[in-house]
């Protein structure tokens, strides 16, 4: 047997108890973040040295400006140069002209250096100088030569030089001046630029450093986030699959290790452990009925008593790993224990042969009927020993062996170790079956005893059978009457011998019956461990069918939950981009977003289309039995395919057979679901012709055995599409399976309209047949039969309740719903920002007052707090306080007891409308949420 090793626990750091998809998110989440900090540095970084860059170029600006103030000064101070020396007009023209671009150039520099006050005091100098400059040559030089007489050239030249020579002596500026004033500006420019360019070095190499330091931090970041994935996820998988492979051949001698994780890997060692347990509790039960069986069939062989005991002794003790054994034998005559059997027990250290019941533990046993356990043997006990010596046994086992309650006898065993629960439990069931072969050896034996007795009371007989004739020849001719009584004894003795014979005739008849017996008890023990096997298979079976029933179910609700949510907000956002309520898109891109809507809607079908499957194969899914008016379902299937006929350029005709019932008591729901599943394929696989649907009678269909011989409805569609091949007619009603399924088929589509359409034909009490030939087209009839099946309910109470309880609003379009809605407000709570964001968008559009709560416990802060709003909309799904325990906890407040509340769930499973309508709610609606049923339940609930 295995020795079962101890599970040990290792101590698991905060990040091992996470969940996978928390550390996956953590390492994501880290390596994001390290990515956004190094772009942010970047911008930062690049933002610093656009701005220096900008600076530097304005001072490059600066420096051209001065250099144009310079060059014009230069340029006027030529010009007035030449004025003097000649009295030429271009020379003025230049001059004054000169002037004019100074002040263009001093205005430009002025505006430059708006930002540096002391820059701006020195072109007020420069500008100051400058004008001071141009009014002592205009009022010393030009006024002055203006009024020289030029017809004495000799006078004149010698004014000239006077007024050159008093120009130059009272002037208060000069050129130079000016000159060095601009100068310094450049000089402090010049420097201001180098500061500049030195700034957009550093940034450039704490930028570069950054960035060295970054792609550091993640490559440290990714080698830290492979270990600890190795360390927290591959080798623990690896070592629980070579254990699990170890199991698997039954070994079990291994150690489960992080048994005590709280994430996906502790779940599996926990499960791992279980499994271990359940292998090991499987193999204890197989060795201990094998062993019972290798026992009880060596005791059936036993004729005596000693052999019994001596046998069953020897067998038990080395199981038990005990030492020594003893077994007593209840004497029911004598009323007391004998020793019949041992096993290890020395001569000098004989215990006693015999008890009464009450004498000693072994008498003591016997009147209480319970089994005695000591630890800590006396040391005046028996011993156990050896050729190598002996010691004291440690544990003592005193144990009754009953047979209906009833004494038969006595086992103690003795060794040093305390008794395991598995040799325990061994004992639990050998015991009953010692007593029941004891029991029937003592029958054996007490039969054996009568034949014995019965064949000493025959030869006593025949002795004195002997005796009286000898007797008799004697006293022949003296006694006659002795002669009678002769013959009496005579005849009893025959009576005797012929008693001898059928007690022996018994005997055998006796032993030949408890053989048979024992054949039938071996016989009934196989079977009930057969009976026992297969009803535990059974068992294992139907356990493994609900759980993986229940995983299904919680693997299509959270499927349901995780691409609903998504698609609520991609549908509701879609759709209001589609609008184009401010105009700022052109056909196109609306175009564009009508087809992300459509896509959306087509994904939304799919995921309806699998969970109406797996309500299908689980029995879940129920019928609403009502009148449907065959005019309505015609006149809705031509609303909703009349534009797609239109769209291909195909041929649409809808009628009703002259004669037919006006109605038709059924599911008026699922009946449209398979008509609208067969015209939608009707029209996808016909690319030219007619599509046309048929409600008649069954007329020349073959209709299928169960349903001949009712009154029966056909609604049947026919196409002049491709056609179906015959040896496919069948495959295309099981799910996922189509005509054409290669990687290059024409069609799509998912294989699931025509599996759904059939059974729930079915469920309605009909059929779904089809007759079709490739390149002519396909004809699918529904067949109904004209009463709904017994099994079907007429309109649960559940939804006459919903109904009576909701206010009837389905058809108010959003459209006309921002009149009626402008100014109410509304408490929304979701915990995905992307419904937040899309739902609150389009109430806000609507013209409502929208509060927002990402979590229950904020939204119960704000009711408490804020006015309180005229609705709530609640998503069931959320982490901490979810929506059902938020309503309840609303509703147990009696201010809030007629506040509307409209739960929201994208976990549209059966039974959550039930119950979040039990748990409070007003209403309930799916995601993703149709705008219109949205708008017409807020119309319905506010205008209560």
């Not at 129920?622 to 041929?651: N, T």
């Not at 009678?697 to 009712?710: A, H, K, S």
Request: charged content about 25%; overall charge negative; glycine content about 6%.
């Amino acid at each position: 047997m295995m020795i079962r090793m101890p599970l040990t626990q290792t101590s698991n750091s905060w990040l091992a108890d996470r969940p996978l998809q928390h550390k996956i998110v953590l390492a994501i989440g880290l390596l994001l973040g390290l990515f956004l900090l190094a772009s942010a540095i970047s911008l930062y970084s690049l933002r610093q040295q656009d701005e220096d860059r900008r600076w530097a170029t304005h001072t490059y600006q600066v420096l051209l400006q001065l250099d144009h103030v310079l060059q014009t000064m230069q340029a006027s101070q030529v010009g007035a140069r030449g004025y003097l020396l000649t009295q030429d007009a271009a020379q003025r023209d230049a001059f004054e002209s000169a002037n004019q671009d100074l002040r263009t150039h001093i205005a430009r520099l002025r505006e430059l250096m708006s930002d540096n006050p002391l820059q701006l005091s020195r072109i007020d100098k420069v500008e100051e100088m400058a004008a001071l400059w141009q009014r002592e040559f205009r009022r010393g030089v030009i006024d002055t030569l203006a009024g020289l007489d030029a017809n004495d050239p000799a006078q004149a030249a010698l004014q000239r030089l006077r007024i050159q020579s008093d120009y130059l002596k009272h002037r208060s500026v000069s050129v130079q001046e000016i000159s060095d004033v601009i100068g310094q500006m450049t000089l402090d420019e010049e420097r201001l630029l180098a500061t500049r360019n030195q700034r957009l070095d550093r940034t450039l190499a704490i930028t570069r450093a950054v960035n060295f330091v970054a792609a550091l931090l993640a490559i440290l970041l990714g080698v830290t986030v492979i270990r600890l994935t190795l360390r927290l996820v591959t080798r623990p998988l690896r070592s629980l699959t070579d254990q699990l492979t170890r199991l698997a051949n039954h070994d079990h001698d291994f150690e489960i290790r992080r048994i005590d994780r709280r994430d996906e890997i502790g779940e599996i060692a926990r499960a791992l452990q279980v499994f271990r347990q359940m292998s090991v509790d499987t193999q204890a039960q197989s060795w201990i009925k094998e062993q019972v069986s290798s026992i009880s069939h060596l005791l059936l062989q036993a004729t005596t008593h000693k052999e019994f005991a001596q046998w069953l002794t020897s067998a038990l003790v080395p199981l038990c790993k005990a030492g020594v054994g003893l077994f007593y034998s209840y004497d029911d005559a004598r009323q007391r224990l004998d020793l019949i059997g041992s096993y290890g027990l020395r001569l000098s250290h004989r215990s006693a042969d015999q008890y009464l019941p009450g004498e000693g533990l072994v008498g003591q046993c016997a009147i209480e009927r319970k089994a005695i356990i000591l630890d800590d043997v006396p040391a005046d006990y028996l011993h156990i020993d050896s050729g190598s010596g002996e010691a004291l046994p440690s544990h003592l086992a005193i144990l009754p062996v009953l047979y209906r309650d009833t004494l038969i006898g006595v086992l103690e065993l003795a060794g040093f170790t305390p008794s395991t629960p598995l040799i325990r439990q061994l004992l639990d069931e050998l015991l009953p079956v010692v007593a029941l072969s004891l029991e029937n050896l003592n029958r054996t034996a007490s039969v054996q005893g009568l034949l014995l007795r019965t064949q000493e009371q025959a030869d006593e007989l025949r002795v004195s059978e002997l005796v009286m004739r000898q007797q008799k020849e004697v006293l022949r001719d003296n006694n006659d009457a002795l002669q009678a009584k002769t013959e009496e004894l005579e005849e009893q003795s025959r009576r005797l011998i012929a008693s001898e014979e059928e007690l022996r005739i018994q005997a055998g008849e006796l032993q030949a019956s408890n053989e048979e017996l024992r054949e039938m008890t071996e016989s009934l023990n196989r079977q009930k461990y057969v009976l026992e096997d297969l009803q535990q298979e059974t068992a294992d079976k139907a356990a493994e069918l609900a759980q993986a029933s229940q995983y299904k179910s919680e693997f299509l609700a959270n499927m349901s939950h995780e691409l609903r949510t998504p698609l609520n907000s991609l549908l509701i956002l879609s759709r209001d981009l589609a609008s184009n309520a401010r105009g700022n898109l052109d056909a196109e891109q609306v175009e564009s977003v009508q087809i992300i809507h459509d896509a959306g809607n087509s994904l939304l079908r799919l995921i309806n289309d699998i969970l109406d499957l797996s309500k299908i194969e689980a029995g879940k899914m129920e019928l609403v039995i009502d009148e449907l008016p065959l005019a309505g379902l015609v006149q809705r299937l031509r609303r909703a395919f009349a534009h797609v006929a239109a769209q291909k350029s195909l041929g649409f005709t809808l009628d009703i057979e002259a004669g037919l019932p006006t109605s038709l008591r059924t599911d008026c729901a699922r009946l449209e679901q398979i008509a609208n599943n067969l015209l939608g394929n009707a029209f996808k696989f016909t690319a030219e012709g007619a599509v046309s649907l048929h409600i008649g009678r069954p007329g020349q269909i073959d209709v299928p055995d169960p349903l001949r011989g009712r009154p029966l409805l056909a609604l049947t569609v026919s196409d002049t599409g491709i056609g179906i091949p015959a040896d496919k007619l069948e495959h295309i009603f099981n799910a996922f399976e189509q005509v054409d399924a290669g990687t290059s088929r024409q069609f799509g589509g998912t294989g699931l309209g025509l599996a759904i359409s059939r059974r729930m034909a079915r469920m309605l009490g009909g059929d779904l047949v089809v007759r079709s030939e490739p390149g002519r087209g396909s004809r699918f009839t529904v067949l109904l039969p004209e009463e709904p099946p017994a099994t079907a309910p007429t309109k649960p109470a559940a939804a006459v309740e919903r109904q009576a309880a909701a206010p009837h609003a389905a058809t108010a379009p959003s459209a006309a719903a921002g009149d009626a809605l402008a100014g109410r407000r509304v408490l929304l709570v979701d915990d995905d920002m992307r419904n937040l964001f899309a739902l609150s968008k389009v109430l806000r559009g609507w013209g409502m007052q929208v509060s927002l709560a990402q979590d229950g416990a904020k939204a119960l802060r704000m009711l408490a707090e804020e006015a309180m709003p005229e609705l709530l909309l609640i998503d069931i799904m959320m982490p901490g306080m979810d929506g059902y325990e938020m309503i309840r906890t609303i509703r147990a407040q009696a201010r809030y007891g007629d506040l509307p509340i409209i739960a929201l769930t994208a976990k549209a499973m059966q039974g959550d409308r039930e119950k979040c309508l039990t748990m409070g709610a007003s209403d309930y609606l799916s995601k993703p949420i149709d705008l219109d049923r949205l708008a017409a339940t807020l119309l319905a609930w506010l205008r209560r």
